[in-house]
Nanobody, 118 residues
Framework: QVQLVESGGGLVQAGGSLRLSCAAS????????MAWNRQGPGKQRELVAT???????NYADSVKGRFTISADNAKNTVYLQMDSLKPEDTAVYYC????????????WGQGTQVTVSS
């Protein structure tokens, strides 16, 4: 069984920064890709950023130049550095990882709240 545990959310003023972390633990697995998603109030969940096992990254247009996704594969951890935060970044942020144990499967964290005040 694999668990993803997120940390780092909180309340910050507009223009501020936060760093989210998500660590995977449990069964032995290999990492295919990792990502951060978010769901704002009254909105659908959206993909924010992805990183492959090879280190290739991709970002939603709304966060390009402000957010940075990175990973420490040795620690099975993915990070999201969020700078120049805006009130519209307020959301519950979820990490997900595509991991292979015997089969490839998508795993989700429990979510962490990020609130940006104006």
């Amino acid at each position: 069984q694999v668990q993803l545990v997120e940390s780092g959310g909180g309340l910050v003023q507009a223009g501020g920064s936060l760093r989210l972390s998500c660590a995977a633990s449990g069964s032995r697995f290999s990492i295919n890709s990792m990502a951060w998603n978010r769901q704002g109030p009254g909105k659908q969940r959206e993909l924010v950023a992805t990183i492959t096992s090879g280190g290739s990254t991709n970002y939603a247009d709304s966060v390009k130049g402000r957010f940075t996704i990175s990973a420490d594969n040795a620690k099975n951890t993915v990070y999201l550095q969020m700078d120049s935060l805006k009130p519209e970044d307020t959301a519950v942020y979820y990490c997900n990882m595509v991991l292979t144990i015997n089969v490839r499967r998508n795993y989700w964290g429990q979510g962490t709240q990020v609130t940006v005040s104006s």
